[in-house]
């Protein structure tokens, strides 16, 4: 998911939308925009790509200078119009919005003791279990409450929480999914990446900190260090999938990260090809680096079609045109006869390698070798990306031999785990349970339901 806030001078929910529709590969199953009068929340929430959730919706009916907004991608609970966020309600400690990026590990457990007791829940995502915290602390201060509610959650959160005058952004403690800071003309902004600051033409001030709570209000930005004593755990899939290339998380930016990746798969991992080619458009950064390397021409060897949205009807099983063919089309003449390297950036189930592998082949493709830039995905994430269950994974079957061979590949490479620290530039601080299986916070099976 994408979260976007701004507490300003003049009318807030313009502003939100276009952070939104930077953030929109965070997230496409809903929109939702929430704004603050200095009195009372307003809100506005869709099913679909944010144009699609506000059209034929007046944005400017939305009034306030201060506001949040969030783009779903669902890993807990259905991508219906109820589990849409904002969540907006009101409680003993006032009228709140709530906007969360991230999964709860223990959210399924709580849900169930809070039900015992007599709590109707609205929505099925894990999003509630916070609101219904908040609400039943005893504490008499809404930071307090939210402190309290937040140490007996365990997971992932960027959370934005909005009140009639004031905007909350809390991360994690270990910092599991990005929350930045930024600067608008002397006003504050929060949002998951900086490519949404980029858009909106506001500079970047800071990171949120892991276990930071900070408080954006008329007199401007307070910070309150509310979790603390937990090892960080940024998310390395971020680096190598989620996150825009524009974006820079750490100093670092998300494109040069993986360009990085891809330098360091060709290093230890080289062949001789005719020609490199990426898989549109998250692995163009990694092959634009692998040939770099090796000083193999880089080629468009596959050409995207950009128009697929998520709305397209997929074809039957007996019909010809599956979704890579509409998706993803090789250029014939350039891969004729040649060795071709094609760069992606993770396998999950294997789906997406094995029909291009077999789309290259059939364009005439001598050769087909698979580079990967990141490490075998053998666990399922219970943070918030959706990487399928277990058994789902093509690595948690089969070992890199057995899975070139699944795939069709002539040859197959992966980063290990100490090179994608390497790649990423740093020593310690990220998570990498999805590869290793190690994960930040102690997890149950059951805190993951699609
Ligand atoms: P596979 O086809 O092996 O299941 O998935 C790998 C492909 O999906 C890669 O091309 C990668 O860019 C993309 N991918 C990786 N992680 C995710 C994810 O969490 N969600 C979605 N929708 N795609 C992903
Ligand atoms: Fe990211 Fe993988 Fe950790 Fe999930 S398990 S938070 S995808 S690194
Ligand atoms: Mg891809």
């Keep these: ?52 959730a506000f059209k034929d919706y007046e944005i400017g009916s939305l009034k306030g200078r201060l506001g949040i907004g969030h783009v779903r991608y669902a890993t807990f609970g259905g991508g219906t119009l109820i589990n849409a966020q904002p969540l907006t309600f009101n409680c003993r400690l006032g009228n709140m919005s709530l906007a969360h990026n991230g999964n709860l590990v223990n959210a399924v457990e709580i849900r169930k003791q809070l039900e015992q007791q007599g709590t109707i829940f609205q929505t099925t995502n894990d999003s509630e279990v916070i609101a219904h915290l908040i609400a039943r602390s005893t504490t008499d201060d809404l930071e307090g409450a939210i402190v309290s509610a937040l140490s007996q959650i365990r997971g992932a959160y960027s959370l934005l929480i909005l009140t009639p005058d004031k905007i909350m952004a809390i991360r994690d403690p270990r910092g599991i999914r990005p929350l ?40 401007g930005l307070t910070s309150n260090k509310i979790l603390t004593g937990k090892k960080n755990a940024f998310c390395s899939f971020e680096y190598i999938y989620f996150a825009r290339p524009d974006s820079e998380f750490q100093g670092k930016n998300v494109h040069v990260v993986r360009k990085n990746l891809g330098k360091i798969l060709a290093k230890n991992y080289p062949l001789e090809a005719d020609i490199v080619t990426g898989v549109p458009d998250s692995s163009l950064s990694a092959a634009a680096g692998f040939a770099e390397q090796l000083n193999i021409p880089y080629e468009m060897g596959l050409v995207r079609n950009r128009y697929i949205g ?16 509409l998706k993803l089309n090789p250029v014939k003449q350039l891969v004729k006869g040649k060795r071709v390297v094609m760069v992606d950036d993770s396998i999950v189930r294997g789906t997406t390698s094995k029909r291009i592998v077999s789309l290259l082949k059939k364009a005439g493709a001598k050769e087909v070798h698979v580079r990967i830039a990141s490490p075998t995905v053998k666990y399922p994430c219970h943070l918030g990306i959706d990487t399928s269950s277990k058994g789902e994974l093509l690595a948690n079957k089969k070992n890199v031999e057995a899975m070139a061979k699944a795939i069709g590949a002539d040859s197959l490479a992966f980063l290990t785990e100490k090179e994608l620290y390497l790649g990423i530039g740093c020593k310690e601080g990220l998570c990498t349970a999805c590869f290793t299986g190690e994960y930040p916070v102690p997890v149950k099976s059951e805190s993951k339901s699609k």
């Design 180 to 219: 930045v800071i930024g600067n608008l003309d002397g006003d504050f902004v929060v949002a998951s990446e900086t490519c949404a600051l980029d858009t909106i033409g506001a500079d970047l001030v800071r990171e949120v900190e892991p276990g930071e709570m900070v408080i954006i209000d008329e007199s």
């Design 1 to 52: 998911c994408g979260v976007f806030g701004i507490f300003s001078k003049e009318s807030v929910a313009p502003i939100i939308y276009y952070g939104l529709v930077s953030l929109q590969h965070r997230g496409q199953e809903s929109a939702g925009i929430s704004v603050s009068n200095g009195d009372y929340i307003t809100e506005k929430r869709g099913l679909g790509l944010v144009d699609e």
């Design 310 to 325: 998520r709305t397209f009807i997929k074809p039957s099983q007996e019909n010809r045109i599956t979704g890579v063919n």
